[in-house]
């Protein structure tokens, strides 16, 4: 299943969003849960190829609003936490580097290669909150079972502030949290 969700977004252009001027700008009720599920008018979609399309389409706007855009359309809808959820994660050797490779609800490929692309916040309740950029300011949250299998992968790092668990891929080293 997760082989035929990233074969079909590999098959997605990558669209120019920033080039596309529409014309006509709205509201739509479209709704991304916190569980990375998009709602239309309170009904899951549940065709997987308009999912991946909507995303492709996504773009944030600086004022931290979320729009689907078209060259003729943009719809401004609702995300309750990040747009998107890590699902799986895979630790890969690509042209001489080990790095983490992530995979999306979408089916994108993210390589985690960017400095702060990875970043690892707490709630209230001290829980982490990690998260991921997948593109142009658009995020991802991590789900539990890969944040548990990267914490896993970390390397303990004795600093004067105490011991720190430290995730490297590609020429970086992200903090995962307190050990």
């Known amino acids: 299943m997760l082989e035929q969700l990233v074969e079909h977004a590999q098959q997605l252009p990558a669209y120019d969003l920033d080039a596309w001027q529409p014309e006509f700008n709205g509201d ?15 009904s899951a979609i549940v065709k997987t190829k308009i ?27 609702t995300v309750e936490d990040l747009p998107f959820v890590i699902v799986a994660a895979d630790h890969v050797h ?17 390589n985690l290669l960017e400095a702060n692309q990875l970043v690892v916040t707490y709630d209230s309740e001290q829980q982490p909150q990690p ?18 299998q990267l914490a896993l992968a970390c390397e303990v790092v004795e600093t004067t502030q105490g011991d720190r668990a430290e995730l490297t891929s590609g020429p970086h080293r992200y903090y995962i949290g307190p050990v």
């Not at 709704?31 to 239309?40: F, N, P, Q, R, S």
């Not at 909507?54 to 809808?77: C, H, M, S």
């Not at 690509?94 to 993210?110: A, C, E, H, M, V």
């Not at 950029?133 to 944040?147: Q, T």
Request: charged fraction near 20%.
């Open 51 to 77: 999912v991946q399309l909507f995303g492709r389409l996504l773009q944030r706007q600086k004022n931290g609003d979320y729009w689907i855009i078209t060259p003729v359309e943009a719809f401004r809808i």
């Open 131 to 148: 998260q991921l950029c997948v593109r142009d300011g658009l995020w991802a949250r991590i789900n539990r079972s890969v944040f548990y």
């Open 94 to 110: 690509q042209k001489g580097i080990d790095l983490w490779q992530f995979t999306s609800n979408t089916g994108d490929q993210i």
């Open 28 to 42: 739509m009720d479209i709704v991304i849960a916190a569980d990375g599920t998009w709602y239309h008018q309170g």
